[in-house]
């Protein structure tokens, strides 16, 4: 999930929808999530391995289950 700011959207994430970064993280990509479901977020025009791809925004959706499910938009993004 490509955004403007991984640490503010990571604890955004995390207030709201009680997701937790999974392993290492930095400025530019952070897992979140579990072994039982990941969300990638990085940073927007970070390069993808081993393509070189730069991430770029596109409206997506992301059903959870759980008791925390609840509805988050990433700030200034589609």
Do not use: C, H, K
Not at 11 to 38: H, K, V
Not at 40 to 50: A, D, L
Not at 56 to 67: E, H, K, V
Request: charged share 20%.
């Amino acid at each position: 999930m490509p955004v403007n700011d991984v640490t503010d959207s990571i604890a955004a994430l995390g207030t709201r929808l009680g997701l937790r970064p999974y392993g290492e993280r930095s400025a530019q990509f952070a897992p979140i999530g579990d072994e039982r479901g990941l969300l990638i977020v990085v940073q927007i025009g970070r390069y993808w391995y081993p393509n070189q791809t730069a991430a770029g925004t596109t409206p997506i959706a992301l059903t959870m289950r759980g008791p925390r499910a609840d509805t988050y938009e990433v700030p200034d993004l589609p």
